[in-house]
């Protein structure tokens, strides 16, 4: 796509809704978050399950990276940290662990 939004290009083709993509630092790969189809893809949910996907930037097969409960504002600009080699992200999960999760610390 052009700076100025013209000459779109689809990348994927699955009955997936793919949002908020964020090209690598190296410009080799592209990250998205993907709601199942029965949300609207005019919505923007939050709190919902959705995947985490990884594909290259010129098309090809996305793999999913990532599953979290999440939506709107889990993936935000920068994402990418500046060698590529990990995604931020937010997910609401509920993560347990120690005595959280009635487990003593190590």
Request: proline share 8%; no cysteine; net charge neutral.
């Amino acid at each position: 796509m052009a700076s100025d939004g013209k000459n779109q290009v689809q990348l994927t083709f699955d009955n997936i809704n793919n949002w908020f993509p964020h090209v690598s630092p190296d410009g080799k790969k592209i990250v998205f978050i993907s709601f199942m189809d029965d949300i609207d893809p005019y919505d923007h949910p939050f709190y919902r399950h959705v995947y985490l996907r990884e594909m290259p930037v010129e098309g090809g097969a996305p793999k999913v990276i990532a599953y979290l409960y999440g939506g709107q504002g889990s993936l935000n600009v920068p994402s990418w940290s500046p060698d590529g080699r990990q995604i931020a992200f937010v997910s609401n999960n509920a993560l347990m662990s120690g005595r959280l999760a009635g487990k003593p610390d190590k």
